[in-house]
């Protein structure tokens, strides 16, 4: 049961432009949703959350859009910086689970 | 550091053995989370404890358990293990119990059963 869902397993964005990360979701509960980026051979860092009742939020380079409609967000960055590789964890909380995608791999070529 | 520290970061194990992973939560969080990583996989969610009491329970096999202790840190037992069960594990903490702020997560343990 993929309640959260990341069908881009990888993304390749020059330096400079934006990336934007995708996530689709099934579960209507969800209170909030999280974006966390992981490096290789370190645990997922938070990185920005957004609330069920918003539609975007922003926190300087990184902006998350939540679509409720479609039941789909995104996350946006710009511009995108070589340490901006990594990959990317969406998921959803709501009723004391929180629920990740399968994550997306962001490579940022200089 | 991320403040949570997990122990040991590798085990290589022997399938049907049993081993004990462990997480002391980042300071002042009363939530811990285990999460486990399989190759290239999301994170998928095994258990929650909030203040030593089971919260929240996910995909996680009977063979598998986990406690929150008075002190807050937090074990997962896995036993009579298996092949499949070569995973990385996380543990996760929170100040509150629905994560809502965000988790900080350990580093890891990679687990290995040859």
């Known amino acids: 049961d993929q309640q959260v869902k990341q069908n881009s397993p990888s993304l390749s964005v020059q330096e400079g432009r934006i990336s934007i990360l995708n996530c689709d979701y099934t579960?209507?509960?969800?209170?909030?949703f999280l974006w966390y980026k992981k490096y290789p051979a370190e645990g997922p860092t938070f990185l920005i959350s957004?609330?069920?009742?918003?539609d975007k939020n922003e926190d300087g380079r990184f902006t998350v859009f939540l679509n409720k409609s479609a039941k789909h967000l995104s996350l946006h960055i710009v511009p995108s910086q070589p340490g901006d590789s990594a990959v990317y964890f969406c998921?959803?909380?709501?009723?004391?689970?929180?629920?990740f995608g399968a994550g997306t791999r962001l490579f940022v070529k200089a | 550091d991320s403040g949570v520290t997990q122990t040991p970061k590798h085990l290589i194990t022997a399938t049907g053995q049993r081993v004990t992973l462990r997480c002391s939560p980042r300071?002042?969080?009363?939530?811990v989370y285990w999460y486990q990583q399989s190759l290239d996989q999301g994170l998928q969610f095994l258990i929650q404890?909030?203040?030593?009491?089971?919260?929240a329970k996910g995909n996680i096999l009977e063979r598998f358990s986990a406690q929150q202790f008075p002190d807050l840190h937090s074990e997962l037992n896995l036993s009579s293990l298996e092949l499949g069960d070569s995973a990385l594990y996380f543990c996760?903490?929170?100040?509150?119990?629905?994560?809502?702020?965000?988790?900080?997560f350990g580093s890891g343990t990679r687990l290995t059963v040859v």
């Open positions: 300071s002042g969080d009363l939530s």
């Open positions: 998921s959803g909380t709501g009723g004391f689970k929180t629920i």
């Open positions: 404890y909030y203040n030593g009491e089971e919260r």
């Open positions: 957004i609330s069920s009742i918003k």
């Open positions: 579960n209507s509960m969800f209170d909030y």
């Open positions: 996760a903490s929170s100040v509150e119990g629905q994560g809502i702020y965000g988790y900080t």
